[in-house]
Every structure is written in structure tokens, then in C-alpha cells.
């Protein structure tokens, strides 16, 4: 098992940045295929980006490529969500995953074991 805790959240006007930390602690962090994910008010939980063990491999949804950069340090047992040039649209809670049993990056939600418990990012206008 792993846990994880997301941290880096907060208030940001649009146009800035925010970077967010995912501290994993329990197994051997760089077994787990590692994701963030967000869910606004009354939205569904969506993919944001992911990354391969290793960290060579990253994905991005359409909606943030270009302004959000996805890295993991296995040492630290850390990934994070580098997030620039943020837009109102972007506020959600922010959620890291983990799997460890495929070997491809997921993008549903469901074929994630482990998650964090969210760290609240909120872009004004």
C-alpha cells in the first residue's frame, strides 16, 4: 500500500502559477504509474496528467497541455503538478493517484488503487 498527501493548494489570481506536491509513503514509490486529477463543484473527477514510473513517459489532458507540467522525484517519493498560466476554469480540488499494476498511464479514474485527499486550488478572475 501507499499513501499519499497533496500539498501546494491555494488561492491564485488567473494568469499565475501554483505548484503542487504529492508525498507518498509506504511502498516503494517507484513501482506506482502516478496521476493528478481534478473535480470541480458538481463535476466528474477528470484526468489531468500522468506519469510513467520512471518519469520518461507524461500525458496531459487537451485542457492543460502547454501550461501544466507533470515530474516525479522516486527518491523524494514526490511527484508534482507544476501549473502555470492558470485560467478560472482550472479551480477544482486537486487529487494525486497511484497504480501499480498496469504498465501503461491510465486516464480513468477508476483504474487508480490509491488516492490522496485533495488539495483545493481556486484561479480569480
Known amino acids: 500500500q501507499v499513501q499519499l498527501v497533496e500539498s501546494g493548494g491555494g488561492l491564485v489570481q488567473a494568469g499565475g502559477s501554483l505548484r503542487l506536491s504529492c508525498a507518498a509513503s509506504?511502498?516503494?514509490?517507484?513501482?506506482?504509474?502516478m496521476g493528478w486529477f481534478r473535480q470541480a463543484p458538481g463535476e466528474e473527477r477528470e484526468f489531468v496528467a500522468g506519469?510513467?514510473?520512471?518519469?520518461?513517459?507524461?500525458y496531459y489532458a487537451d485542457s492543460v497541455k502547454g501550461r501544466f507540467t507533470i515530474s516525479r522525484n522516486n527518491a523524494q517519493n514526490t511527484v508534482y503538478l507544476q501549473m502555470n498560466s492558470l485560467k478560472p476554469e482550472d479551480t477544482a480540488v486537486y487529487y494525486c493517484?497511484?497504480?501499480?499494476?498496469?504498465?501503461?498511464?491510465?486516464?480513468?479514474?477508476?483504474?487508480?488503487?490509491?488516492w490522496g485527499q485533495g488539495t483545493q486550488v481556486t484561479v480569480s478572475s
Open positions: 506519469i510513467s514510473r520512471g518519469g520518461t513517459r507524461t
Open positions: 509506504g511502498r516503494t514509490f517507484s513501482v506506482y504509474v
Open positions: 493517484a497511484a497504480d501499480s499494476v498496469l504498465n501503461r498511464v491510465p486516464v480513468a479514474s477508476y483504474e487508480y488503487d490509491y
